[in-house]
């Protein structure tokens, strides 16, 4: 039993900023890496970022400089930091996490419900 619930989106002007939070919870013995991804529609759904326990990150290129990934992992959480935001970032965004329920298993890919994020011009 493990869920993934994420916060933060809206209805942001282009150019502005928001800031996505992601928490995961329930048996959890560990979280590898946690990224965040997003679809919009008509199209097919893309990684924005990802990142991971030791704190590697990777970025689409058409967010770099403008997003950034960070992990707090006491508290099972990743954050996506979205700065001048265009319209062609409008989507809804997923949170994804890689995660041990057990010490023994192996890890299982959970999402979350996914946040509207919509930037008008």
């Known amino acids: 039993q493990v869920q993934l619930v994420e916060s933060g989106g809206g209805l942001v002007q282009a150019g502005g900023s928001l800031r996505l939070s992601c928490a995961a919870s329930g048996s959890i013995w560990s979280i590898s890496k946690m990224g965040w991804y997003r679809q919009a529609p008509g199209k097919q759904r893309e990684l924005v970022a990802t990142i991971t326990n030791g704190g590697n990150t990777n970025y689409a290129d058409s967010v770099k400089g403008r997003f950034a990934i960070s992990r707090d992992n006491a508290k099972n959480t990743v954050y996506l930091q979205m700065n001048s935001l265009k319209p062609e970032d409008t989507a809804v965004y997923y949170c994804?996490?890689?995660?041990?329920?057990?010490?023994?298993?192996?890890?299982?890919?959970?999402w979350g419900q996914g946040t509207q994020v919509t930037v008008s011009s």
């Open positions: 994804n996490a890689a995660v041990r329920v057990l010490y023994y298993t192996p890890e299982v890919g959970y």
